[in-house]
T-cell receptor
Framework: DAGVTQSPTHLIKTRGQQVTLRCSPK?????VSWYQQALGQGPQFIFQ???????QRGNFPDRFSGHQFPNYSSELNVNALLLGDSALYLC???????????????FGEGSRLTVL | SQQGEEDPQALSIQEGENATMNCSYK?????LQWYRQNSGRGLVHLIL?????REKHSGRLRVTLDTSKKSSSLLITASRAADTASYFC??????????FGTGTRLQVFP
């Protein structure tokens, strides 16, 4: 049973460019949350998707957007990249019917974005 | 913004010693969770404690929760070099999202 998979694992972009990160949740999971983790910091909540809709959002600008597909996979898009967007982007999934805060989140290994 | 703060920020101990790290949070919660992260990797869930619980055990892990002080502690007994990692607490803020703290970096020397 595959866990949460993310792609790409590493990527380098320049300021002003756009990036798309992808996540496939663990089998049987329907809720996907995205986090940004800067070096030496804790993960910061970006947003959460359930039933193809954004259900919760953290304190991130509109440059950060996402999408969830009918198969529950998800994308994170960041436009007009800034140097400060350099971070590890983590995707986490949780099972059908389980509230995100009420049980274990399953994390992927992350996509490390470097903005030059 | 981050809900919790872990203390200490970094901790170095010898194998066999116990490691204790603390977490403080700001708002009321339903649950508090602890996660582990090896360097640059994804997070792995360790344990969940509900707001009506005061203590919970899992193997070498012991977690306590004091809702009156808005704090929790994670104790790792008889630590091993393989326990070297960053440890994060996470709370739900009475919402359906999980907010992480700043983390404690634990180094266990053989």
């Amino acid at each position: 049973d595959a866990g949460v998979t993310q792609s790409p694992t590493h990527l380098i972009k320049t300021r002003g460019q756009q990036v798309t990160l992808r996540c496939s949740p663990k089998s049987g999971h329907d809720t996907v949350s995205w986090y940004q983790q800067a070096l030496g910091q804790g993960p910061q909540f970006i947003f959460q998707y359930y039933e193809e809709e954004e259900r919760q959002r953290g304190n991130f600008p509109d440059r950060f957007s996402g999408h969830q597909f009918p198969n529950y996979s998800s994308e994170l898009n960041v436009n007009a990249l800034l140097l400060g967007d350099s971070a590890l982007y983590l995707c986490a999934s949780s099972p059908v019917g389980q509230g995100v805060g009420t049980g274990e989140l399953f994390f992927g290994e992350g996509s490390r974005l470097t903005v030059l | 913004s981050q809900q919790g703060e872990e203390d200490p920020q970094a901790l170095s101990i010898q194998e066999g010693e116990n490691a204790t790290m603390n977490c403080s949070y700001k708002t009321s919660i339903n649950n508090l969770q602890w996660y582990r992260q090896n360097s640059g990797r994804g997070l792995v869930h360790l344990i969940l404690i509900r707001s009506n619980e005061r203590e919970k055990h899992s193997g070498r892990l012991r977690v306590t929760l004091d809702t009156s002080k808005k704090s929790s502690s994670l104790l790792i007994t008889a630590s091993r070099a393989a326990d070297t990692a960053s440890y994060f607490c996470a709370t739900d803020e009475n919402t359906d999202k999980l907010i992480f703290g700043t983390g404690t970096r634990l180094q266990v020397f053989p």
